[in-house]
């Protein structure tokens, strides 16, 4: 979801050819599975679109990607635990460090419906604005 978002609105702002961006899990589960079906109608919804398949992180991509953004404190730390990630701490962050109404997790809606889903949409939407602005300043 944080991706299709963060897509969107990199398009609405014409930076979508400046920006690259890509998601994964922390583990191996799901790879190749396309997104949840109520992340899609959620995002859709929202008049986003996504169109993903998983896949796992890997260390190229902590020495490739200028930043990663984990959704929670557990995928943090299986973050830092990957090799690469002793050469390249300073680029590892929480998604709600951006989030203006405070930090914390972003909590997985996996286990909720369709109120859960809309909730994480927000968060994640207004995270990625700011998060959008910060780099834009920089």
């Not at 920006?19 to 992340?39: L, V």
């Not at 260390?59 to 830092?80: K, P, S, T, V, W």
Request: glycine share 6%.
């Amino acid at each position: 979801m944080a991706e299709a978002i963060f897509k969107h609105k990199i398009t609405q702002l014409g930076l979508h050819e400046s920006w690259d961006s890509d998601s994964c899990g922390t583990s191996n589960y799901h790879i190749g599975d396309n997104p949840d079906k109520r992340t899609i109608h959620c995002v859709n919804k929202n008049g986003v679109t996504i169109k993903h398949a998983a896949r796992q992180l890997s260390n190229h991509d902590i020495e490739e990607f200028d930043l990663i953004l984990a959704m929670d404190e557990n995928n943090h730390r299986d973050i830092l635990r990957l090799e690469a990630a002793s050469f390249h701490q300073h680029k590892i962050k929480l998604m709600r460090e951006f989030d203006p109404h405070g930090a914390g997790n972003v909590p997985d809606p996996y286990w909720g419906g369709e109120k859960e889903f809309q909730e994480v949409f927000e968060m994640l939407s207004r995270s990625m604005d700011n998060f959008i602005n910060s780099i834009q300043r920089e």
